[in-house]
């Protein structure tokens, strides 16, 4: 157990790149995964279903979706893509980039270095766990569904942290489908929506300091009917 607070586990939280090759024991698991699913949802439909992958398996989903993404083969992500980032989100998108490469120090003319670290994100981060969220199919094209599964995963990845685990949410290690269904296992009836690299942080590696920076309160949020 831990002795965080709420506010300790939410302002401490990073994405974590860099794990320790330890393993994590699997009950441990299933108590992150245990309160995760206390997360609303939509008329209590809780649509998540979680697939949680280690050793052997893990390492022939990140050898395919490596392999296929370096020889060119489409990206078959089955959730929805959506359109590229841009104005400020693409913004964002970039500080952070930038942000992970100085702490890496990973030079803007370093082609070979830069490859290193996309293919890092192709290979779960190295993680030594990886958690593969689904949804039911019968809910495929349901506005709530992708709104509940954001909502389980941000409760996963903060009960993680609470437990001294880190994570990273990513849409890279799921990029070929065919390869994690083959070695996961996943059912028909679900679709792979997102992905969750987990493990014991390395403290050494440089972009686990990184803290993303945040649109004020003021930026994001409008009060209407407040007499202050």
Not at 55 to 76: C, F, W
Not at 189 to 211: E, T
Request: with cysteine.
């Amino acid at each position: 157990m831990t002795d965080k607070s709420y506010d300790e586990v939410v302002l401490g939280r990073r994405s974590i790149r860099g794990y320790k090759p330890d393993p994590v024991p699997r009950a441990l698991i299933e108590e992150i995964i245990g309160l995760a699913m206390r997360a609303p949802s939509s008329m209590n439909t809780q649509p998540w279903n979680f697939t949680v992958v280690t050793g052997e398996p893990l390492d022939r989903i990140r050898a395919g979706n490596t392999e296929r993404m370096v020889a060119g083969v489409p990206q078959s992500r089955e959730f929805r893509t959506g359109q590229p980032f841009a104005d400020q989100h693409r913004d964002r998108q970039i500080g952070v980039a930038k942000q992970l490469f100085a702490a890496m120090g990973i030079a803007r003319e370093d082609a070979e270095r830069r490859q290193d670290w996309v293919l890092r994100g192709f290979r779960q981060f190295d993680a030594p766990v990886c958690v593969i969220v689904t949804y039911d199919r019968v809910l495929d094209g349901s506005d709530d569904t992708p709104f509940d599964c954001g909502a389980v995963a941000t409760a996963l990845v903060n009960a993680a942290w609470s437990r001294g685990l880190g994570a990273v949410i990513n849409s890279q290690g799921i990029m070929q489908s065919p390869v994690v269904r083959e070695h996961a296992g996943i059912a028909d009836d679900q679709v792979i929506m997102k992905s969750i690299a987990l493990g014991w942080p390395d403290d050494d590696f440089p972009a686990n300091a990184v803290v993303s920076t945040r649109k004020s309160v003021e930026e994001a949020t409008v009060f209407v009917g407040f007499l202050d």
